[in-house]
C-alpha cells in the first residue's frame, strides 16, 4: 500500500461524516453515518490511522516463474492451498502451474498473510505475471 495516498484519502475525509473505511488491494469501503455525534467521527479517525499505520506493513508480490496454467488446488476435487486471509508460512505451496503437463509447485518465500489472489483458477500465465500479494508477518 501506497502511504501516501492513503494520508491524501484520510485527510480529504477528515470533516465528512464517514464512520469506517475497509482497505483491500482490491477495493475501498466507505461507510458514512448521517448525524453520528462528533465522538464516533474522532473513534472514526482513530480506526483510520491504526489501518493506515498497519498499511505500512511489507508485502512481497509472488510471481510466476514460468510459463503455463495456474491452479489454486492439486485436483478439481481439492480444496484450494490457500484462501484470502490465510497464514502462511516459508515455503508452503501456495498454488501449482502446469507447463507441458509438469505441475510445478510455487510456493511463498516468507511467512505471511494473503492478501490478495490475483489469478483464477485454470487461467494461463506467463513469465514474471502476478500471482498472489503476501503480507509480512
Known amino acids: 500500500m501506497n502511504l501516501k495516498i492513503v494520508k491524501e484519502l484520510l ?3 477528515k470533516n465528512t461524516d464517514v464512520v469506517e473505511i475497509e482497505w483491500t488491494p482490491e477495493r475501498i469501503h466507505i461507510i458514512r453515518a448521517a448525524g453520528q455525534p462528533d465522538r464516533t467521527a474522532a473513534r472514526s479517525r482513530e480506526q483510520e490511522k491504526s489501518r493506515a499505520v498497519q498499511a505500512e506493513k511489507p508485502t512481497v508480490t509472488v510471481t510466476s516463474p514460468l510459463v503455463g496454467t495456474f491452479y489454486r488446488s492439486a485436483s478439481p476435487e ?3 492451498f ?3 486471509g490465510d497464514r502462511v508460512k516459508k515455503d508452503q505451496v501456495l498454488c501449482v502451474i502446469e ?3 509438469l505441475m510445478n509447485e510455487i510456493e511463498s518465500q516468507i511467512d505471511g498473510v494473503v492478501t490478495a489472489i490475483l489469478k483464477q483458477d485454470g487461467e494461463r500465465v506467463g513469465y514474471g505475471d502476478q500471482l498472489f500479494i503476501i503480507e509480512e508477518l
Open 78 to 80: 481439492t480444496q484450494p
Open 99 to 101: 507447463a507441458m503437463k
Open 82 to 84: 490457500v484462501q484470502v
Open 11 to 13: 485527510e480529504l475525509i
